[in-house]
């Protein structure tokens, strides 16, 4: 998904973690890189891969239920 992102120009100015081979992917687009299990930034919710995925759903229903 962050590379879809990238492509679509919707990285820019963002602060986002994906898989770590995809950093300077992620920074070429724009955004700040962060090697985290989870960042949130404004209604934009990333992780790196699946084993952080319950750390991702928890912060992506946080925003659903706002």
Request: proline fraction near 5%; charge should be positive.
């Amino acid at each position: 998904a962050g590379l879809v992102l990238a492509a679509a120009k919707g990285l820019k100015g963002r602060t986002v973690t994906a898989y770590p081979a995809l950093k300077s992917d992620m920074e070429a687009a724009g955004a700040t890189y962060r090697d985290a299990e989870v960042v949130v930034d404004g209604n934009l919710v990333t992780s790196r891969a699946w084993p952080d995925h319950p750390a991702f759903m928890r912060e992506f229903l946080k925003l659903l239920r706002r």
